[in-house]
């Protein structure tokens, strides 16, 4: 009996610490913002100024069908030490419903008894990062600039959604102001997270495309901060991608295209990586698991109504072949999902055996929006498997306008980088030189 015991013993040393180990990697870069934190007081009344704000959407569903005043919404919530203005509610709600996010989990995760936890990068944005317990959501402080610049182009950007149910581009979730009288007034934003889950990503990376000044010191070794690395550190490496490097490609290039029509640049591509289990590997090429993606994938009956419903596909009901947009110069030639997903069985023999039936114009329909197969997890749509790698890519910082400081901004660095490539350049040179990084480094 004495050695069973010790081996138990043993055993649950193990798993305790394993589980101090999980703790101290889930805590990597971030700090929890307690009682005592500079941070508490507002991360609290932000909390619960979500609360009642998601709340008034569980008690009254929103509307059927959006119409321009929604866009134009300003919902103000008076609480007693403080002031709450909800931007365009509606509109974000149906972008979450969009993602399969309930408004209760979306205020289970934001308003959880947890505490935000403070993100530490070696990001030089001025701006203050808060992460949901949970590690689901992103809360970032905004100028006033930057918010009017994002409702000033909500449509545009839920139009793209629709038409590129997958698209890359970062996901706003809702928009807010906070007035704690005589202390503070606060934009922030509500984001998905890119990197969701992040237990097991071992590396960051953000990309613009240029050389000058896109490098970053690695951190060294039991260095709290997340090092978030830059192009020149990602040199000789590649995104590898398989049959999916395809669409990969060309959904960068209609993000982009988008960003572009909007005098956008300086925006990133946030890429991280984690290696595959053989678990995950053996059920990522199962029939059963790609049966079950395409069922749900396929699934087009339950589309909503209202003025963004392709949208509703963004998560668990889009497939299909891709179609790419051949104005943005990509490809001609379409590929079925499961081409592009590297699974090997057809598209067909995947309808088959769901027992799926769609006209044929119903599909048509819904292959034009450059569709892929989802993994069958919760922020798919930034995620992209590899044959031996899952990818995290999603591109942020769309904010950036090039106004009269950032043209005369690009006249100083063309004389101080003659011949080199710098962040600043005209939204089509960025564009296309973000592309070009993008297709050079991903096979």
Same mark, same amino acid.
């Given at each position: 009996?004495?050695?069973?015991?010790?081996?138990?013993? *043993?055993?649950?040393?193990?798993?305790?610490?394993?589980?101090?180990?999980? +703790?101290?990697?889930?805590?990597?870069?971030?700090?929890?913002?307690?009682?005592?934190?500079?941070?508490?007081?507002?991360?609290?009344?932000?909390?619960?100024?979500?609360?009642?704000?998601?709340?008034?959407?569980?008690?009254?569903?929103?509307?059927?069908?959006?119409?321009?005043?929604?866009?134009?919404?300003?919902?103000?919530?008076?609480?007693?030490?403080?002031?709450?203005?909800?931007?365009?509610?509606?509109?974000?709600?149906?972008?979450?419903?969009?993602?399969?996010?309930?408004?209760?989990?979306?205020?289970?995760?934001?308003?959880?008894?947890?505490?935000? /936890?403070?993100?530490?990068?070696?990001?030089? *944005? =001025?701006?203050?990062?808060?992460?949901?317990?949970?590690?689901?959501?992103?809360? $970032?402080? +905004?100028?006033?600039?930057?918010?009017?610049?994002?409702?000033?182009? /909500?449509?545009?950007?839920?139009?793209?959604?629709?038409?590129?149910?997958?698209?890359?581009?970062? @996901?706003?979730?809702?928009?807010?102001?906070?007035?704690?009288?005589?202390?503070?007034?606060?934009?922030?934003?509500?984001?998905?997270?890119?990197?969701?889950?992040?237990?097991?990503?071992?590396?960051?990376?953000?990309?613009?495309?240029? #050389?000058?000044? !896109?490098?970053?010191? &690695?951190?060294?070794?039991?260095?709290?901060?997340?090092?978030?690395?830059?192009?020149?550190?990602?040199?000789?490496?590649?995104?590898?991608?398989?049959?999916?490097?395809?669409?990969?490609?060309?959904?960068? @290039?209609?993000?982009?295209?988008?960003?572009?029509?909007?005098?956008?640049?300086?925006?990133?591509?946030?890429?991280?990586?984690?290696?595959?289990?053989?678990?995950?590997?053996?059920?990522?090429?199962?029939?059963?698991?790609?049966?079950? !993606?395409?069922?749900?994938?396929?699934?087009?009956?339950?589309? &909503?109504?209202?003025?963004?419903? &392709?949208?509703?596909?963004?998560?668990?009901?889009?497939?299909? +072949?891709?179609?790419?947009?051949?104005?943005?110069?990509?490809?001609?030639?379409?590929?079925?999902?499961?081409?592009?997903?590297?699974?090997?069985?057809?598209?067909?023999?995947?309808?088959?055996?769901? $027992? /799926?039936?769609?006209?044929?114009?119903?599909?048509?329909?819904?292959?034009?929006?450059?569709?892929?197969?989802?993994?069958?997890? =919760?922020?798919?749509?930034?995620?992209?498997?590899? &044959?031996?790698?899952?990818?995290?890519?999603?591109?942020?910082?769309?904010?950036?306008?090039?106004?009269?400081?950032?043209?005369? #901004?690009?006249?100083? =660095?063309?004389?101080?980088?003659?011949?080199?490539?710098?962040?600043?350049?005209?939204?089509?040179?960025?564009?296309?030189?973000?592309?070009?990084?993008?297709?050079?480094?991903?096979?």
């Amino acid at each position: 009996m004495a050695p069973r015991k010790s081996a138990g013993t *043993s055993g649950a040393t193990r798993r305790r610490r394993w589980w101090h180990l999980r +703790q101290r990697w889930r805590m990597l870069g971030v700090f929890e913002i307690h009682a005592e934190h500079q941070f508490y007081h507002l991360t609290s009344v932000i909390k619960d100024g979500i609360h009642a704000a998601i709340q008034t959407g569980v008690d009254m569903p929103g509307p059927e069908k959006l119409t321009a005043e929604h866009f134009k919404a300003v919902d103000t919530q008076i609480h007693e030490d403080f002031e709450m203005q909800t931007f365009a509610g509606p509109v974000f709600a149906g972008v979450r419903r969009s993602l399969d996010i309930t408004e209760e989990e979306y205020q289970n995760s934001l308003c959880s008894d947890g505490c935000y /936890l403070q993100f530490v990068s070696n990001s030089k *944005s =001025k701006a203050d990062f808060f992460i949901t317990n949970d590690k689901r959501f992103f809360l $970032k402080t +905004q100028s006033e600039r930057e918010v009017k610049f994002l409702l000033s182009n /909500l449509q545009a950007y839920v139009k793209h959604l629709e038409k590129y149910p997958h698209s890359l581009l970062v @996901k706003f979730l809702g928009v807010h102001r906070i007035v704690i009288p005589n202390q503070i007034k606060k934009y922030f934003i509500v984001m998905q997270s890119v990197f969701y889950p992040d237990e097991r990503i071992n590396i960051r990376y953000d990309i613009k495309g240029c #050389e000058v000044g !896109r490098w970053a010191n &690695p951190a060294t070794e039991g260095s709290q901060i997340i090092k978030v690395l830059k192009d020149n550190n990602f040199e000789g490496q590649h995104i590898t991608l398989g049959k999916t490097k395809t669409w990969f490609v060309e959904q960068v @290039k209609m993000d982009a295209g988008f960003l572009r029509g909007l005098n956008v640049l300086d925006y990133s591509l946030l890429l991280a990586h984690q290696p595959l289990h053989q678990d995950e590997l053996d059920g990522k090429h199962s029939f059963a698991n790609i049966v079950l !993606r395409a069922t749900k994938s396929l699934d087009l009956d339950d589309s &909503p109504t209202e003025a963004i419903p &392709p949208s509703a596909a963004l998560l668990e009901k889009t497939s299909g +072949q891709v179609v790419p947009d051949t104005t943005d110069g990509a490809s001609d030639r379409p590929q079925t999902t499961a081409e592009v997903a590297g699974d090997g069985i057809p598209l067909q023999e995947i309808n088959r055996h769901a $027992k /799926l039936t769609r006209s044929e114009s119903e599909l048509q329909d819904f292959h034009s929006r450059h569709c892929r197969l989802l993994p069958n997890f =919760k922020n798919a749509v930034h995620v992209i498997d590899g &044959p031996d790698r899952r990818y995290f890519v999603g591109i942020i910082d769309i904010f950036t306008v090039y106004g009269w400081k950032k043209r005369l #901004e690009n006249l100083w =660095k063309r004389l101080r980088f003659p011949g080199r490539a710098f962040s600043t350049c005209s939204p089509p040179d960025y564009s296309h030189r973000f592309c070009q990084w993008v297709e050079n480094h991903t096979q």
